[in-house]
């Protein structure tokens, strides 16, 4: 559980599939050691560089990109900026010169097989998420250090027990949903009005509100690519690709270059249930494609979970009549407090409380923001996203082959689902009547993640990835 301020930049970071907390989280590990060691010493002495893997990251790191983030991080690329399509040939450079150029200044010899290792039977006590980096240098002395990716992109160093970021006190302080809804009903304010006045505690408004409207620009980016790109995903499974053809058979044969036609085509086609149920299916199945193809996503709060609210935001824009700068930054502002609760009371780790901290989270915070946009009362926007995870709770990771493909992409298509049946719940219920509050269903779901067998958190060790007999090629 995390109990410092967070941010909406904390909640949703802009990076590369397939997941955050097996690869943007160990990138970020992968660059601030690469910090820790220009402190210690010029990186010019470095000689030789080690990576263990354990828990999770090792059972399901080579399916979730583990080693490629690491490997990239070590070199000086960044998440937000590196160039996605340079992914796979900058890996095979490494791989087959056995040269690893760190921070893309000192050359070291580097085995992938020799100084890369899956510990798949050691785990750390502190988080399933752990990597330790060793680093030996020509006068004879070492340096190492183990991070711990502990959902969402956040990464912790063992020992360090200082702030990720400034301290600041915020204006409207809030550690659960009872006191969100204390300060909403005290002051009158929105829940994504209650954000950005926090959110000045960091910076100005106009500063994030454009970055805001940055993270959205990846995110439509995503949509509109993944639902125009046919083929398979990466992997080994052989999973085809789903969103384009759905796109297709939805528009017809007429081609939109950019993504504001595509969306005008879009709610000229109507508002049947099918016709919507279709989209909001292809929205998510077209970002969490991206996301298993190493493409630039927004963690929502994860990478794995990636699709929901994108696609709940697509919704909104395309027949709600949502697409406006103010409506998406209130979106996208209030669904950040819901998953800041989440993560402050629970988990939104995969690999501590299954798929319900990852889909359920992200569910949550959709059906809170489409609410808050719809015209929802404060009650009522804790009431939906209460709603999106009381029904799911209990749901286990399980990854097939360690993949972020089966159940994962089509888990986001039920999580947004869910997200839009939640909203029009609270919006037709009375809160003040509602017999469970958010705040229990944060402390029930973390409980059921503190009781679910280790199996079912993102380990293939057992459900689905045991059950469907696959044959991975070696890595």
């Known amino acids: 559980m995390h109990r410092e301020p967070i941010s909406v930049f904390d909640i ?48 399901t790191g080579v399916g979730h990109g583990t080693d ?38 000192q050359a070291l010899n580097f085995d992938y097989n020799e100084d890369l290792l899956f510990l798949y039977n050691e785990s750390l006590p502190f988080h399933p998420n752990a990597v330790t980096f060793q680093a030996f240098l020509s006068n004879g002395k070492a340096v190492s250090a183990t991070y711990y990716s502990i959902g969402g992109g956040f990464v912790v160093k063992e020992g360090d027990n200082s702030a990720e970021k400034e301290q600041v006190e915020l204006p409207f302080p809030v550690e659960r949903a ?48 993944g639902s125009h790109t046919s083929g398979f995903l990466p992997g080994g499974l052989n999973v085809g690709r789903r969103a384009a053809a759905l796109n297709k058979r939805l528009v017809g044969d007429r081609v939109y270059t950019d993504y504001t036609s595509w969306v005008a085509a879009i709610r000229e086609g109507g508002n049947g249930f099918n016709y919507i149920l279709d989209w909001v299916s292809c929205f998510a199945l077209a970002v969490n494609e991206e996301n298993a193809s190493f493409g630039r996503v927004v963690t929502a709060p994860t990478n794995g979970a990636a699709g929901v609210i994108p696609a709940v935001l ?88 360690g993949l972020v493909q089966i159940p994962c992409i089509e888990r986001n298509t039920m999580g947004a689902i869910k997200a839009i049946t939640a909203s029009q719940l609270a919006l037709q219920s009375n809160p003040d009547k509602a017999k469970v509050s958010l705040d229990a269903v944060v402390r029930t779901m973390w409980e059921t993640a503190l009781d679910m067998n280790s199996k079912y958190k993102e380990t293939s060790d057992g459900g689905l990835a045991t059950n469907i007999p696959i044959s991975l090629p070696e890595c």
């Open 12 to 59: 949703f970071k802009i990076g590369i599939g397939p997941s955050s907390s097996h690869t943007l989280g160990p990138w970020r590990a992968a660059q601030q050691f690469v910090a820790l060691l220009a402190e210690n010493a010029p990186l010019e002495q470095v000689d030789q560089i080690k990576i263990l893997l354990y828990g999770s990251l090792a059972k």
């Open 68 to 105: 490629i983030a690491i490997l990239l991080g070590l070199s000086g690329a960044d998440p937000v900026t590196f160039d996605v399509n340079a992914i796979d040939f900058t890996i095979a450079q490494i791989k087959a010169n056995k040269v690893l150029q760190l921070n893309a200044e």
């Open 178 to 225: 009872n006191d969100l809804l204390h300060w909403c009903l005290t002051t009158g304010l929105k829940v994504s009005e209650i954000v950005m006045e926090n959110e000045l505690s960091w910076r100005t408004e106009a500063e994030t509100r454009k970055g805001i409207l940055q993270h959205f620009q990846v995110m439509k980016d995503c949509t509109y690519r």
């Open 314 to 401: 697509q919704y909104y824009i395309a027949f709600c009549d949502g697409y406006s700068d103010e409506k998406i930054t209130q979106f996208i502002a209030c669904a950040s407090e819901i998953g800041s609760i989440f993560k402050k009371g629970a988990t939104i780790s995969a690999a501590m409380g299954g798929c319900q901290a990852e889909i359920g989270v992200s569910s949550a915070m959709a059906a809170a923001a489409l609410t808050e946009c719809l015209g929802g009362s404060q009650r009522q926007v804790l009431m939906a996203a209460e709603i999106a995870m009381e029904h799911h709770l209990g749901l286990t990771c399980d990854p097939i082959g």
